[in-house]
């Protein structure tokens, strides 16, 4: 019934408002529903939200883009935009429709946006974001178009590799396990946060990453600790990737947050 609501919506006349898959989800993070209404709280928000999201891994701790990468012979030449330059070209209606559809205002087709994922964000998350993105004053120079190589050309041409707006179709009904109101919450930061990583359903991906149920085996103490630093169990050094997002975009969550993403991935385990 959603898919066919949305379909009516997508192609109704110029004059309606666009559909917005993330007015479909009532699940938000912390400081949302203050962030509604003062305008500080609200940047605020959006502030936090550009770094758990992981907005500045991709595209640099400034948010001014960054060379993601540079093989001309494989998969080409690929720029993370410079968000401060893009979010103010756009109205806002192109940047939610980049953020939540997977659908650029000029390009064609879009690449590695995930926006599979960000879908699935509350509409008052979506608010504080484009609010603080369209608020950062511009910097630096606008980031490249990408340049796709042999290999990202021939994993298109077999599927392998799809646009952003073909993931957000083909992932829009498949997530981790719903284990009921109580874990809602966690589910949900699993579902716009760890699946990036740990595949839609936190699966992971074999020979990278592991199967969320690993966190089965920790109490809430060693959670916090590899949470927050990147620390796991037995001491091993964790990827330098799994280091750098435990320090910099899972030590913002609130406290209650990661209480919630805890509960969830114990239960997800238990209950497997």
């Given at each position: 019934m959603r898919i066919i609501i949305a379909s009516v919506l997508l192609l109704a006349t110029a004059c309606q408002r666009q559909f917005d898959p993330a007015e479909l989800h009532g699940q938000s993070f912390d400081g949302a529903p203050i962030a509604a209404t003062p305008a500080a709280a609200k940047l605020a928000h959006g502030e936090r939200l550009t770094w758990v999201l992981g907005c500045r891994g991709c595209h640099g701790k400034d948010l001014q883009g960054q060379l993601w990468d540079d093989d001309p012979k494989e998969y080409g030449i690929m720029w993370a935009s410079n968000l401060t330059q893009a979010a103010r070209a756009m109205s806002e209606a192109e940047l939610r429709s980049v953020m939540t559809r997977g659908v650029h205002p000029k390009r064609e087709e879009l690449w590695v946006m995930p926006s599979e994922l960000f879908q699935h964000l509350a509409r008052p998350d979506v608010d504080a974001?484009?609010?603080?993105?369209?608020?950062?004053?511009?910097?630096?120079?606008?980031?490249?178009?990408?340049?796709?190589?042999?290999?990202?050309?021939?994993?298109?041409?077999?599927?392998?590799?799809?646009?952003?707006?073909?993931?957000?179709?083909?992932?829009?009904?498949?997530?981790?396990?719903?284990?009921?109101?109580?874990?809602?919450?966690?589910?949900?930061?699993?579902?716009?946060?760890?699946?990036?990583?740990?595949?839609?359903?936190?699966?992971?991906?074999?020979?990278?990453?592991?199967d969320l149920i690993v966190v089965g085996g920790y109490s809430r103490e060693e959670f916090e600790r590899l949470i927050t630093q990147g620390v796991p169990t037995d001491n091993r050094k964790l990827k330098e990737l799994m280091q750098s997002v435990a320090k910099n975009r899972y030590s913002r969550l609130t406290a209650h947050e990661r209480d919630a993403l805890y509960g969830y991935l114990k239960a997800r385990a238990e209950q497997r």
């Open positions: 974001l484009l609010a603080y993105l369209r608020f950062i004053p511009p910097a630096g120079a606008p980031s490249p178009d990408p340049q796709l190589g042999p290999r990202a050309l021939r994993e298109i041409a077999t599927g392998e590799v799809k646009s952003a707006d073909k993931r957000v179709a083909e992932l829009r009904n498949i997530g981790p396990v719903d284990l009921g109101p109580r874990y809602a919450l966690g589910r949900h930061i699993t579902r716009v946060a760890c699946a990036e990583c740990h595949g839609t359903r936190l699966e992971g991906n074999p020979g990278d990453t592991p």
